[in-house]
């Protein structure tokens, strides 16, 4: 299967040349692997020319000055280097971070998966940062769900959920993956493998806390339920040194709540996503009485 990967990048001189270097270490290198520079002030453009000028399968878009950083100007970076493969051959698309490092197999695990299952329509791993947090460990968002950082697409399964929702609050990756498991299509994170995310999620350009208070806003626009988020926020808070953090996420929440700020996702989705969330909750209550260990990452997996 051939593949093909999209690298929105701003301001990633510290780390995108972990990235590059995973790369082209790759044992299944891609077709086209697109870097679009969202109007970077650092020297992101300069690193990934030097790699454009030694492997061809690179390249470098360069894009105009924006007024911001958002996740709506990332889902419009990707959508540029979309135009440049959609004539390509090509089964499978990545959006690929540019702050990540990975093992040289990485990529082929991925695709073997891809051809073991011809209804896996996304398909990724969990993920590590400094510090020791590792998802298949320490978030409850499963099995099923496929981080954004890497995120492999079937061709015909990113069609049908319409690719990316150019949301500037973010949650583009959630909903892509949460829609293609609404619509039927297989999502699975893979445990045997994991790539590295070298700065802590959602914190680029802002602190830990404020990056939780827009998690929690976040947990609400997207449509989740406030008694998952009660005991989501009650989880954070026994996770020392984050007891502040978990107040933000709360209060997030109950701001974007009051201001009933406007939701990108359809009622249909929302339903979908509280069904998951009221699921998982009572596979969790349900392992408690029976006083085994909750496995965050497996519970309530969704078996097709």
Request: net charge positive.
């Amino acid at each position: 299967m051939k593949y093909v990967l999209i690298t929105p990048a701003r301001n990633e001189e510290r780390f995108i040349g972990k990235t590059l270097d995973s790369m082209v270490a790759q044992t299944l290198l891609p077709e086209r692997w697109i870097i679009v520079d969202d109007a970077s002030t650092d020297r992101t453009a300069e690193i990934v020319q030097e790699y454009v000028r030694c492997y061809p399968w690179i390249e470098l878009i360069r894009r105009g000055q924006n007024v911001e950083r958002s996740f709506g100007a990332k889902v419009d970076a990707f959508n540029v280097g979309l135009e440049r493969v959609l004539s390509l051959p090509f089964e499978v698309i990545g959006n690929l971070d540019a702050d990540l490092s990975f093992d040289s197999d990485y990529l082929q695990f991925l695709m073997s998966k891809f051809s073991d299952d011809l209804r896996l329509g996304v398909a990724g791993t969990p993920f590590t940062e400094d510090g020791g947090y590792d998802t298949a460990r320490d978030s409850f968002e499963g099995e099923n769900h496929v981080a954004g950082g890497c995120q492999l697409f079937r061709r015909q399964c990113f069609d049908d959920v319409g690719g990316y929702t150019p949301n500037p609050a973010g949650g583009i990756d959630w909903i892509a993956v949460t829609t293609a498991r609404m619509k039927g299509w297989k999502t699975r994170s893979f445990p045997e493998k994991r790539f590295h995310h070298y700065r802590t999620l959602g914190t680029a350009g802002r602190s830990s806390m404020s990056a939780s208070f827009s998690y929690g806003e976040k947990d609400y626009y997207l449509g989740g339920s406030p008694v998952w988020q009660l005991f989501r926020v009650a989880y954070r808070m026994t996770k020392q040194p984050v007891l502040i953090d978990g107040l933000a996420l709360l209060s997030g929440y109950c701001w974007a709540a009051l201001r009933r700020m406007k939701r990108p996702v359809s009622r249909e989705l929302m339903r979908f996503h509280r069904g998951e969330q009221m699921k998982k909750l009572r596979a969790i209550f349900g392992t408690l009485v029976r006083l085994k260990r909750v496995d965050s990452f497996r519970v309530a997996t969704e078996r097709h």
